[in-house]
């Protein structure tokens, strides 16, 4: 079955500071690894694609990286503007349909 | 751009209504989805549609049923709502094989 697991839930930074989300997947057969940013009651937005292992999208304070296991969402110099849900999700090759993780819930501070 | 349409942005419904959600998109995408999000579940998966008049389920399609009779709409019915499908529901189209786009969800409460 195919699994997506994100962490951590939620994770709190001052503004400027650095960090890393991480979304680890189970899929036989990755077609794609889609990453998109949430706001409190609206739909998710979309932010990057990656397809194959090694591949990197960057936008902005953003940089999304892709390995066979696991996909990591940098976010550089963060600004409150930037606290949102991150959700991440696998499409298996064959489908056009998604499984998501449960999201990491970003609160940047000023 | 992309643009997915949903036609509430808030419901409130009563047990046991037939409630009908409608979700529009303009990018002449073959395929249509519906999710519901729930605190601590994340986005699950209803129905999905790749054509005019297909449709599959999702992981979660008791108690909905869907419609697709024209290939910009695409309908999600609660044929007895029940206070547990109050939730968060999204709707999203894509091309195949990429990045599926997002309507601005309907917030749903059933009473």
């Known amino acids: 079955e195919d699994q997506v697991t994100q962490s951590p839930e939620a994770l709190r930074l001052q503004e400027g500071e650095s960090s890393s989300l991480n979304c680890s997947y189970t899929?036989?057969?990755?077609?794609?690894l889609f990453w998109y940013r949430q706001d409190p009651g609206k739909g998710p937005e979309f932010l990057f694609t990656?397809?194959?292992a090694g591949e990197e999208k960057e936008k902005e304070r953003l940089k999304a990286t892709l390995t066979k296991k696991e996909s990591f969402l940098h976010i550089t110099a963060p600004k409150p503007e930037d606290s949102a849900t991150y959700l991440c999700?696998?499409?298996?090759?064959?489908?056009?349909?998604?499984?998501f993780g449960k999201g990491t819930m970003l609160l940047v501070s000023p | 751009d992309v643009k997915v349409t949903q036609s509430s942005r808030y419901l409130v419904k009563r047990t046991g209504e037939k409630v009908f959600l409608e979700c529009v998109q303009d990018?002449?995408?073959?395929?249509m989805f519906w999710y519901r999000q729930d605190p601590g579940l994340g986005l699950r998966l209803i129905y999905f549609?790749?054509?005019?008049?297909?449709?599959e389920k999702g992981d979660i399609p008791e108690g909905y049923s869907v419609s697709r009779e024209k290939k910009e709409r695409f309908s999600l019915i609660l044929e007895s709502a029940s206070t547990n499908q109050t939730s968060m529901y999204l709707c999203?189209?894509?091309?195949?094989?990429?990045?599926?786009?997002f309507g601005q969800g309907t917030r749903l409460t059933v009473v």
């Open positions: 999203a189209s894509s091309l195949t094989a990429f990045e599926a786009f």
């Open positions: 899929v036989s057969g990755l077609r794609g």
């Open positions: 990656l397809y194959s």
């Open positions: 999700a696998v499409q298996k090759e064959g489908y056009s349909t998604l499984t």
């Open positions: 990018m002449d995408h073959e395929n």
């Open positions: 549609s790749y054509d005019v008049k297909m449709k």
